[in-house]
Every structure is written in C-alpha cells, then in structure tokens.
C-alpha cells in the first residue's frame, strides 16, 4: 500500500497557520510567538513531518553532506580518520559520503566526479595518490576542499584546498635517529608507495639522518611496498635476502611493521635481540603485537576531526580562522626495538 508522503502543507492545514508560520518554526527564525512555535511543532511530531532534503537544498543551495576520499577503509589509519570527520559532521548535523578507493588510486579521479554529481557541499581527501596535474583540474571545481596528508604547493595553481597534515619528515627522523642510538650500524627503510606524498617525506626524514650521521645512503635498503601486513612481510623477506645481516628496520606505517614482524618469526630472527622494528602511525593492534611496536605516534581521528572543522569553516567563509595544520609525531617506545 503506497503512503503519501507528509507534506509542509498538511502541517499549516493541521495547525490552522500559514506556510509561512510553519517554515519559521522549522527554521527557528524571529516572527513567530513561542507558544504557536510550540503547537506547530507538536503537530509536525504528530504528523511525522520531515523536510525534504531536495527542496532544501534549492532553497540554502547546499545539500547536508560532505564528501570524504580514502585510499583504503580497511587501514586503522584511515578508518581512524574517518571516525573523527563522522564525529564532527554528526555534531555540525551533515551527511558524510564516504568513497574507497582500496588502494586503486584511478578511483580517486571517478570518485572527484561521483562527488561532483552527487552535488556534496565541500570535500576531504585523504592521502590522495594521484599526481597533481590530474586531481587538481577536478578539486578545483569544488568551492571547499580540505587535504589530509598532502600538501598541494603554490607552484600547483591550486589556492582553495586547505590542509591537515603530520610532519612525517620530523617522525621518520626521530624513528631514525633512536635506532641508530640504540647501536645499530644500518637501518633500512620499507616505504609505503612511491606515490604516497606520506611516504616521500619519511624517506626524506629517513635519508637526512643517514646524511647528518655520515652513513652512506644505500637504495637496495629501501623497499616500496603496498601499506598493508602483507606487502610488509614480502618486502621483509626481500630485504632479508638482500641483506640477510641488517639488524634495524623503520617501516612506513604500522601494518607493514606487523607484516615485517610476522616475516622475521618465520625466518628464525628474534626482535628485538636480533631485528629492531620500528613502525608508524600507532594503531590500535600496534600495541596488541608480540613484541609490542615502538611506532610514531599520529593522532589521525584528530587530523579527520580537524580537516572537518576547516571544512565548515570555510563554508562560513572562516569566520572562526581557516589556518592550515601542521601536527606534531610522538615516538612510542616499546618492545620491537632494542
């Protein structure tokens, strides 16, 4: 049985008022006396009465939601960020239209254009693996844009996008620079993918303390590899038969240094007695492991709670500062390195 829909009309026929008394009740607006606020009110709950999303939108010119571009939702990280752009857009009453890319960093193009059609009111990318000559034709039709853990440089012609960001450069010297302390004579590096701006800055913090300490820089002791437990393990395995004696490796995120982990027990290596591992991010299961990672510690929820609040910001034309982020890493040490 097909039920008509509840409509603006039905309500002010009801409660015995215009159209114009019942959108000021809906909207909170001045001209309306408390009391006929009150019963308009009580007759939309009697009714069951919701506005249309549609025609609000052709009024305010915004639709309610916002749209949010992952590389992979699987990955603590980004399911992290995630979480917090939820948080703030459930607190700021809008929408969230989340998009997977799964690590295919194409989608990232077909889902600009998904979002463009489904008309979100502002945008936030993270990590975006895409070369800048190909997102920024398409960010740059979208009004409000925030980026996580990029940053698209003047030289870009690509002034609207705002940025959240973790000084990776800053992190990878720290995991760096206490593996090199703690007496190891090399420390290979298992990057993320070379497309991963994250992954370039830790390779740049990584390689400025080999130069800073005089140690030569060796490239058969970095390996790119997809950022999960998996792509850690087969890069550990192809460094360890490259350099069966390396004793310190610094991998790009926590589940690469789980993968490279799993790869030491199965070769007979003992971490830390006979492999330092360092790893990045610290996700929750950085701490559940056996030994537990030392890591760097990002505080991602808060990246997607902040790139959020930007977001909103810039839809009010900043009213309360639009500045871009720059947050600080932690070394976390525990038991994964010596």
């Excluded at 603006?8 to 009391?35: C, F, P, Q, W, Y």
């Excluded at 609000?56 to 309610?64: F, Q």
């Excluded at 799964?102 to 989608?107: A, G, K, L, N, R």
């Excluded at 701006?197 to 400025?208: D, E, I």
Aim: charged share 25%.
């Amino acid at each position: 049985m097909k039920m008509n829909r509840i409509t603006i009309a039905d309500v002010a026929r009801e409660a015995g008022v215009s159209l114009m008394t019942v959108s000021r009740a809906l909207n909170k607006k001045d001209g309306i006396r408390s009391e006929t606020r009150e019963h308009v009110m009580a007759v939309i709950e009697r009714l069951g009465y919701r506005p249309s999303g549609v025609a609000r939108s052709m009024v305010t010119r915004r639709t309610g939601t916002i749209g949010l571009i992952v590389p992979d939702v699987s990955n603590p990280y980004f399911s992290g960020i995630a979480h917090g752009v939820a948080e703030i857009a459930n607190q700021r009453g809008l929408s969230v239209l989340l998009c997977d890319t799964e690590e295919v960093s194409e989608q990232e193009i077909d889902f600009l254009r998904v979002m463009e059609e489904k008309q979100v009111d502002g945008l936030i990318m993270a990590a975006p693996r895409q070369p800048s000559e190909k997102l920024i034709p398409l960010m740059a039709r979208y009004q409000h844009v925030v980026v996580v853990n990029r940053v698209f440089q003047n030289d870009d012609n690509f002034m609207a996008s705002g940025y959240v960001v973790n000084d990776d450069q800053v992190g990878a010297q720290m995991a760096t620079e206490y593996l090199l302390s703690s007496g190891h004579k090399r420390v290979a590096f298992l990057a993320g993918p070379r497309s991963s701006y994250g992954s370039q800055q830790r390779f740049a913090g990584y390689k400025m303390v080999l130069e800073r300490t005089g140690i030569p820089y060796k490239p058969d002791e970095v390996l790119h590899c997809p950022p999960t437990v998996k792509g850690g393990a087969e890069a550990m395995s192809a460094l360890l038969k490259i350099n069966p004696r390396i004793s310190a490796v610094f991998c790009f995120n926590d589940m690469v240094a789980i993968g490279a982990l799993q790869e030491a027990a199965r070769s007979g290596r003992k971490v830390p007695d006979d492999l330092s591992i360092v790893g990045y991010d610290d996700v929750p299961m950085a701490s559940w492991v056996t030994p537990a990672l030392t890591t760097c510690r990002v505080p991602f929820e808060e990246m997607g709670r902040l790139a959020t609040r930007l977001l909103v910001d810039r839809f009010e034309e900043c009213a309360q500062g639009c500045e871009n982020i720059v947050l600080q890493p932690e070394l976390i040490i525990r038991d994964s390195a010596r």
